[in-house]
């Protein structure tokens, strides 16, 4: 795999480049932004210290950060605020190849959660639940079909879990969609697709939670993903 081969990942923030910057650096606002909750191996904070803080070589100067993996970030000023590009690494022929394009998903979903941090939440703690499984396209088995139709920042109302959701439409891609969702505490839905392993994903992001709330929504969903997946 060339460089021209390899796949980009672009999104403009309506925020500095140097506050996006310190979003990279900065592991409390990694946290925030990068992947989802969980206990397993250390958690979410081992992972962001192996991922942006083991091998890696950075230039705070020209706001470049390259991964041991070979994924690079670059930063740079646009008119209305700053744009995020992610360029991933050459597949090497090792085991992790077979991960690429979950990878690739993962890290467009990653994405567009920083710029939900920096634009709607900046320094605000999220709580998140997560939930994957195979089977049906996630749209078709959650009911968000139509919702998906909608465009870009636009308003959506739709029932999800049992629940009345309203929100906007947040991004969209061929594979996955971002909603935000009031009911929780200006959230943020990503709902994602492997199509080649019927792999389905969501990751549920919270702000101003309590536990008890917290426990329902996992409950709820926790029920209508296994339903529609037959968990």
């Known amino acids: 795999m060339g460089d021209t081969d390899r796949p980009v990942i672009e999104v403009t923030i309506a925020a500095p480049a140097d506050a996006v910057w310190h979003a990279l650096r900065d592991k409390d606002q990694l946290r925030r932004w990068h992947g989802w909750d969980y206990p397993e191996n250390g958690g979410l904070d081992a992972e ?126 061929e594979h996955q969609l971002g909603l935000t969702v009031e009911g929780w505490g200006d959230g943020l839905l990503v709902v994602a697709y492997n199509p080649a392993k019927s792999a389905a994903m969501a990751i549920l992001s919270t702000y101003g939670r309590s536990d008890a709330e917290l426990a329902a929504l996992g409950e709820g969903w926790g029920a209508a993903w296994s339903n529609n997946y037959q968990l």
């Open 48 to 173: 962001i210290d192996t991922i942006f803080f083991s091998e890696l070589t950075e230039d705070p100067v020209a706001r470049r950060l390259a991964l041991g993996s070979g994924d690079t970030f670059t930063i740079e000023e646009v008119p209305g605020g700053s744009r995020l590009r992610i360029t991933r690494g050459a597949k090497t022929g090792g085991e992790w190849d077979e991960y690429y394009d979950d990878i690739t998903q993962g890290w467009t979903s990653f994405a567009q959660q920083l710029r939900f941090l920096l634009e709607r939440h900046d320094g605000d703690e999220r709580r998140t639940l997560f939930f994957t499984s195979t089977g049906q396209e996630p749209l078709e088995a959650l009911g968000l079909t139509g919702v998906a139709e909608n465009e870009v920042g636009k308003r959506y109302d739709a029932e999800l879990a049992g629940k009345a959701i309203g929100g906007e439409v947040w991004f969209r891609t």
